[in-house]
């Protein structure tokens, strides 16, 4: 068995009733995730408000545990074991998320799709096609860009400019059609219209012929968003007028299931 968090004077309870070495030590790692996935002891001291003690009594022990792992340079990343976890927990939420995109299917006619950001890729961890012939397929599992995509911009919509900006330096903008967007400044400009618009559109970015409509799960315990996808005849601006609305309610809908999942 992994030893215990840390000492007993970390085990009280804390103020919401829980054991505050665990509050403690899963705040360090979302911290260490909002980091980038790497951080040094006085970067979390400074964050966190926690004495340098304490937070190397914490990560000594993560560190044994397979959650956080040591760096050469001394500064401490997540470890492996929370790959297994992150992926199970990802399977979970597309399992809650499926009959909320089979209703959007029954409701738009379009295959419906949940996808999720998962460091600087979006990952796709569930979809319900369509049942027209001509329909769009997206493997569950399968990792894109953001910048190409309508689930991509809604994710990123309300992150500062210069995380974005950070990101797209990070991977790169190639062009997957012609219409892809590959400025950073036209990608700001696209969150933009996010943001001013309450939906997310791929139009013919990530593949030619297609349109993808986005929206965000409000307060998801993860960044999430859901999408209809379809054929650009189809899904036409007339379309788009109808179908917005749903995704929206559909959103708010499973974004309160996954709250009751999770209650306080």
């Not at 979302?30 to 937070?55: H, K, N, Q, Y």
């Not at 760096?71 to 992150?86: D, E, K, T, V």
């Not at 960044?223 to 379809?230: F, K, R, T």
Request: glycine share 8%.
């Amino acid at each position: 068995m992994p030893p215990s968090i840390a000492s007993s004077t970390d085990s009280t309870k804390s103020a919401t009733g829980g054991v505050q070495s665990l509050e403690r030590a899963f705040d360090l790692l979302e911290r260490m995730a909002d980091a980038g996935g790497e951080v040094g002891l006085s970067e979390l001291s400074a964050s966190s408000g926690l004495p340098l003690p304490t937070i190397h009594r914490l990560m000594r022990t993560l560190v044994v545990c397979g959650y956080v792992r040591q760096q050469a340079n001394r500064r401490y990343a997540l470890g492996p074991r929370l790959i297994r976890l992150g992926e199970s927990a990802s399977r979970l939420l597309g399992t809650w998320a499926r009959p909320y995109l089979a209703r959007l299917v029954e409701e738009t006619g379009e295959t419906a799709n949940m996808a999720l950001l998962d460091g600087d890729e979006i990952v796709y961890v569930a979809q319900v096609p369509s049942k027209h012939s001509m329909r769009m397929f997206t493997e569950v599992g399968r990792r894109v860009l953001p910048h190409s995509t309508g689930v991509g911009k809604a994710l990123l919509a309300n992150t500062p400019d210069h995380e974005v900006r950070a990101l797209l330096a990070r991977t790169g903008m190639p062009a997957a059609t012609e219409k892809t967007i590959t400025t950073p400044e036209g990608f700001l400009a696209a969150l933009e219209d996010v943001r001013r618009l309450g939906y997310a559109i791929d139009d013919n970015e990530q593949e030619i012929g297609v349109r993808c409509l986005a929206v965000s799960v409000p307060n998801s315990p993860t960044a999430a968003a859901i999408s209809i996808s379809g054929p650009a005849g189809r899904v036409t601006e007339s379309a788009t007028e109808k179908i917005v609305p749903i995704l929206q309610q559909v959103a708010g809908e499973l974004s309160e299931a996954l709250a009751s999942q999770n209650p306080a």
